[in-house]
């Protein structure tokens, strides 16, 4: 299981990009990388997921290099409403993968006004 | 509307009394599992699922049981609660094993306070 590193806690003003890297030294050729964004007292919420170069949707971009060593989730133009605990997950998604769902314990995102 | 649903949402009890906390789904999923979530420790994670009657052990499954005798239900029960089990529960789902990375969802959420 690939370990993740990400910074604690993030302060951002509303209307700034955020980027947020995850750092899994150790991920293997069959892993993926998913990020979740979680407000308080509410479960997380599923955001993004890629495996390698860049994936968009309308609320985030994840960037991921040719290595796959890290990758950054961008959160384009941020408001208060973004303020949350925001996840890296490293897995399997095969069928018969063995990965279970385990958090660590995520970066803090505070946007300020 | 495809959710996760848990009960009770809040939940006062003292040391020593059993309990139950339902989860149900109703996405067909097969993968289901519960964490707790307390004050600088993240989420962590009790138990899973990976189908009916299959379950195992999580991170933290001491003092906690499951069963999953239908895919939709995975009841999780505290047979005799302590103080230092009060925390943020959270149950998800997920359509299979193998795809427990895809995309996950949580329920709302139970509160339990042990006094």
């Known amino acids: 299981l690939a370990k993740t590193t990400q910074p604690i806690s993030m302060d951002s003003y509303e209307g700034q990009e955020v980027n947020i890297t995850c750092s899994h030294n150790n991920i293997a050729t069959n892993d993926y990388i998913t990020w979740y964004q979680q407000f308080p007292s509410q479960g997380p919420r599923f955001i993004i997921q890629?495996?390698?170069t860049k994936v968009t949707n309308e609320v985030a971009s994840l960037f991921i290099p040719a290595d796959r060593k890290s990758s950054t989730l961008s959160l384009p133009r941020v408001s208060l409403s973004d303020t949350a605990v925001y996840y890296c997950l490293v897995g399997d998604i095969r069928i018969g993968g063995n990965t279970p769902l385990v958090f660590g314990k995520g970066t803090r995102l505070s946007v300020i006004a | 509307e495809a959710q996760v649903t848990q009960n009770p949402r809040y939940l006062i009890t003292v040391t020593g009394k059993k309990l139950t906390v339902t989860c149900s789904q109703n996405m067909n999923h097969e993968y289901m599992s519960w964490y707790r979530q307390d004050p600088g420790l993240g989420l962590r994670q009790i138990y899973y699922s990976m189908n009916v009657e299959v379950t195992d052990k999580g991170d933290v499954p001491e003092g906690y049981k499951v069963s999953r005798k239908e895919k939709r239900n995975f009841p999780l029960i505290l047979e005799s609660p302590s103080p230092n089990q009060t925390s943020l529960y959270f149950c998800?789902?997920?359509?299979?094993?193998?795809?427990?990375?895809?995309?996950?969802?949580f329920g709302q959420g139970t509160r339990l306070t042990v006094v």
């Open positions: 998800a789902s997920s359509l299979s094993w193998g795809v427990a990375n895809t995309e996950a969802f």
């Open positions: 890629g495996y390698k």
